[in-house]
C-alpha cells in the first residue's frame, strides 16, 4: 500500500509558503533529499505545519527509477501561444509547500529549512503564499468550487497504489502576477465573463452563455462527455501593488494539465483565455510529489518510529 504526501489534501490552512530550489552540482540532488527526508523538523508534528515535497521528475526518475510512471516530462519548453502569449519555463529541482495556521509557524520552519539546505541547494523562488478571504483569488472570485471533493480528489491527484510512483501525484506550480487596474476596471459582468462563473456567489454560466475564450470554457476537458478535473490547492501573494495567484494543481494525468495550459495559450485554436490578458505567468514547473513511502525509503530509518506494516 503506498501513502500519500497528506499535506496535499489538508485544506484550511491560511499561511502558505512555496520554496523551489535548484541543487549546487548534479551530484548533490541526492545529498539534498536525503537531508529533506531526514529533517525533523518538517516532519513532526509539534512544528504544527504541513509539508509536501515535490522532485524535478528527470531527478526523482534518477534517484528512484521504477518509482514514478513513464512518460512524465518536465516544463521543459516556454508554451507559446499564435499570438505570441508566452507562459515560461522555469523548471527547478525540488519544491517545498509549508503550511499552516499563522504566519510566524511558517516563516520560522521555512526560514530553518532554507538555512539548512544551504549547503545543498539555492533558492531559486521564495512565495509568501496567503488564503484571501477564506477561498477567493485577488480578483475577488471564488477559486476552488469546481474542484473535486475530498472524498474524490485522491482519486484525481494520485496515481493509483499498485501502479510506479503509486501513492504520488503531478504537480503544476506557477506564479501568476494580476494587473489589478486592468481587471478591476472591468464592470463585474465583464469580469464574470472573463472567468465564465459569477463573482459572488460562483454561479455557473448556462452553457449556451458561457463565453468561449472564458478561463472556465478553456480550462474544461471532457473525454467522451465525461469532465476531466484536476485538484486545485491555490492561493493568493503579494501587497495591494504586486500580487497575484500561486496556481498549485495536482493530478495523476499530466497531460490534462499541460492541454489546459495549451488551451489558455489559445494553442490548439487560437482561443486565448480572456483571464490571461489581466494575469501573466512568471514561471512554470511540474514536479513529481513521491509517495510517503518512497520518501521513508531516503531516510534514515533508525530516526523515525518503525515502518510499520505495508511501508
Ligand atoms: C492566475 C491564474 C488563475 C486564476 C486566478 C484562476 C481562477 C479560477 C477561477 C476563479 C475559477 C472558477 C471557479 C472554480 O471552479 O474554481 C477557475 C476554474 C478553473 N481553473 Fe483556474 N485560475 C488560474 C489558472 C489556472 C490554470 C493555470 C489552470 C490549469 C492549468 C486552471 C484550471 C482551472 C480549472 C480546471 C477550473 C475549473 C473549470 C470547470 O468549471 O470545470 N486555472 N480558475
Known sequence: ??????GIFAVGAPSHSYLEFNTQAATSS?????????MELLHSTATGVNVVIGVRPSIWSTIAPGEIPSGIFEFGESLIGPDGFVMPATQRDFWLWISGPSISQVYDVSHSVIDELSAYGTIAEDIAGWAYRQNRDLTGFIDGSANPS????PEIALFPPEAPGGGGSILLFQKWRHSPMLFGGLSVSDQEKVIGRTKELSDEFEEEDLPP???????????????LPIFRRNVSYGTPSDHGTVFVGFSNDQNRLHEMLKKMAGIPDG????LTRF???????YYFIPSI?????LADQTKFHSAGPGL
Do not use: C, I, W
Not at 500500500?1 to 497528506?6: F, I, N, R, T
Not at 482561443?271 to 480572456?274: E, F, G, I, Q, S
Not at 494575469?279 to 514547473?285: D, R
Open 279 to 285: 494575469t501573466t505567468p512568471l514561471t512554470g514547473s
Open 293 to 297: 513511502n518512497s520518501l521513508r525509503r
Open 30 to 38: 541526492y545529498d539534498f533529499l536525503k537531508v529533506v527526508a531526514n
Open 1 to 6: 500500500m503506498s501513502y500519500p504526501q497528506a
Open 150 to 153: 475530498l472524498l474524490e480528489a
Open 213 to 227: 475564450n472564458s478561463h472556465v470554457a478553456r480550462t474544461t476537458l471532457t473525454e467522451g462527455g465525461r469532465e
Open 271 to 274: 482561443v486565448r483565455d480572456a
